[in-house]
Nanobody, 113 residues
């Protein structure tokens, strides 16, 4: 059974930082990604890590960092210099480059002006 447990969301002022965590069980974390979805908008790609390679959406490049801790079977998303447009529910996903895989329950990130 695959389970992804996300945490770390919250309310932060513009320019602040948050660190999201995704602890996985029942799956490899070699290839993992973060997506986000704001109300009324489609879910969009944020960041992914596959082996030692990372990839970021242009909108977050230079501000967000994805990483993993194999010992803890966890992936993280460090979010710095947050902007109001970053407000969304953030989801952890296995195999981010394919349509199949597992999703976490999501964690709310709200950035105020």
């Amino acid at each position: 059974q695959v389970q992804l447990v996300e945490s770390g969301g919250g309310l932060v002022q513009a320019g602040g930082s948050l660190r999201l965590s995704c602890v996985a069980s029942g799956t490899s974390i070699n290839s993992m990604g973060w997506y986000r979805q704001a109300p009324g908008k489609q879910r969009e790609f944020v960041a992914a890590i596959t082996g030692g390679n990372t990839n970021y959406a242009d909108s977050v490049k230079g501000r967000f960092t994805i990483s993993r801790d194999n010992a803890k079977n966890a992936v993280y998303l460090q979010m710095d210099s947050l902007k109001p447009e970053d407000t969304a529910v953030y989801y952890c996903k296995t195999n981010p480059y394919v349509s199949w895989g597992s999703w976490g329950q999501g964690t709310q990130v709200t950035v105020s002006s």
